[in-house]
């Protein structure tokens, strides 16, 4: 299972899974979409660079979704996959931070039917980044 949808009284909540961190990343980005439009049935044909930073996991985690409402908004693209994810650590003047970079493939979002509400923010509502050897996961409230 890439991804689940947990009860939430107002807006979307999800838990998305992998054997790695960049896993579990690349499906939440794919449960992100999910709530707009089916990923399955969007097309691979645009590619997008994306690269962000964050102090701690979780605000890594915000900025890499973020992201993709980011690429919504201002460039009319729907995500369909994540590849070449890599996260790492970097230390600066003993203080540890983290950096992620991915491509983004996806489509022109106006070729599509939306069957769910738009997001409007992601959150640090519930958010969750559980690193286990071959069992990770992470947990994000979007609103709707």
């Known amino acids: 299972m890439k991804y689940k949808y947990l009860d939430h ?4 909540k999800f838990r998305a ?3 790695t961190l960049e896993e579990a990343f690349a499906n939440a980005a794919l449960a992100t979409t999910n709530v707009m439009v089916e990923p399955d049935k969007i097309q691979e044909k645009a ?3 994306i690269a962000v930073e964050g102090d701690d996991l979780q605000a890594l985690l915000y900025n890499f979704l973020e ?3 980011i690429l919504l908004d201002a460039e009319n693209f729907f995500l369909a996959a994540v590849k070449k994810i890599k996260i790492w650590k970097v230390k600066n003047n003993g203080r540890i931070s983290y950096k992620l ?3 983004a493939m996806g489509d022109n979002a106006a070729k599509y039917e939306t069957i769910g509400p738009q997001v409007k923010a992601v959150t640090y509502n519930d958010m969750v980044v559980d690193e286990e050897k071959d069992n990770c996961f992470v947990q994000a409230v979007l609103d709707i």
Do not use: I, S
């Open 9 to 12: 009284t107002a807006d979307t």
């Open 17 to 19: 899974y992998g054997k």
């Open 47 to 49: 590619k997008k660079k």
């Open 67 to 69: 992201q993709f409402l």
């Open 101 to 103: 970079t991915a491509e």
